[in-house]
């Protein structure tokens, strides 16, 4: 027997949320691996019908789940909107900018890039175990790579993937990772930082003679 109702409380990030039936009720449990992947991630207030099974525990749950009455606000975006990229594209762009102009050390150049890249991966990795139901990869390493230079990796990873995109406390933390890692740069950047930079270059350098590097141009 199919029931109906609508989905009135949903967390994107870990895959789960509760239907509310249209017959009255208490609300009941529904994960994202009871929808059909065809009709995208499930979002607030769509309207559904399901099944109800229990699980191994004994407890009900929604299975089987399609979507109700199919119009695009029902479900999440697969992919971000173009102009939400524009800002850590252009970051990562200009930072190409200035290693070509002499103002940045190709050292800090390969830690943006790299760093985006390995945290848009650990995203993609978090996500992945979010639906399947396995090891989470902590918050915490998230925001440690997004503050060591990997934030427009991240920024990325939240539009494109749809993952922590919805977590208020999550998003809050991150903008201040953003926010601490760009005015580091500026500093070191600045007549004040620049020297700081160079000393710690050099040690690089002296450790491995055949790395090669710039100084900043002041």
Not at 10 to 24: A, Y
Not at 46 to 60: H, M, N, W
Request: proline share 6%; with cysteine; glycine share 8%.
């Amino acid at each position: 027997m199919r029931h109906a109702g609508r989905i009135t409380n949903w967390i994107d990030d870990k895959g789960f949320g509760f239907i509310t039936p249209s017959q009255g009720g208490g609300q009941v449990f529904v994960h994202i691996t009871a929808f059909d992947r065809l009709q995208g991630r499930p979002a607030l207030r769509a309207r559904v019908t399901y099944e109800l099974k229990k699980d191994s525990r004994g407890r009900t749950r929604a299975e089987n789940v399609q979507l109700a009455d199919p119009e695009p606000r029902q479900f999440i975006a697969p992919r971000g909107r173009p102009a939400s990229l524009a800002l850590p594209l252009s970051f990562l762009a200009g930072l190409v900018g200035l290693y070509l102009a002499g103002r940045l050390p190709q050292e800090i150049l390969w830690l943006y890039w790299i760093a985006s890249l390995v945290t848009f991966l650990l995203y993609a990795k978090d996500k992945y175990a979010a639906r399947k139901n396995r090891w989470r990869t902590p918050e915490n390493t998230l925001h440690l790579f997004a503050l060591v230079g990997g934030w427009p990796g991240a920024w990325i990873a939240q539009q494109r993937l749809r993952h922590k995109s919805s977590k208020h406390s999550f998003r809050a933390i991150f903008w201040i990772t953003v926010a601490v890692n760009c005015g580091a740069l500026a500093w070191i950047l600045s007549p004040e930082g620049a020297p700081w930079l160079e000393s710690m270059l050099t040690a690089l350098h002296a450790q491995w003679p055949h790395h090669g590097g710039i100084q900043l141009a002041r």
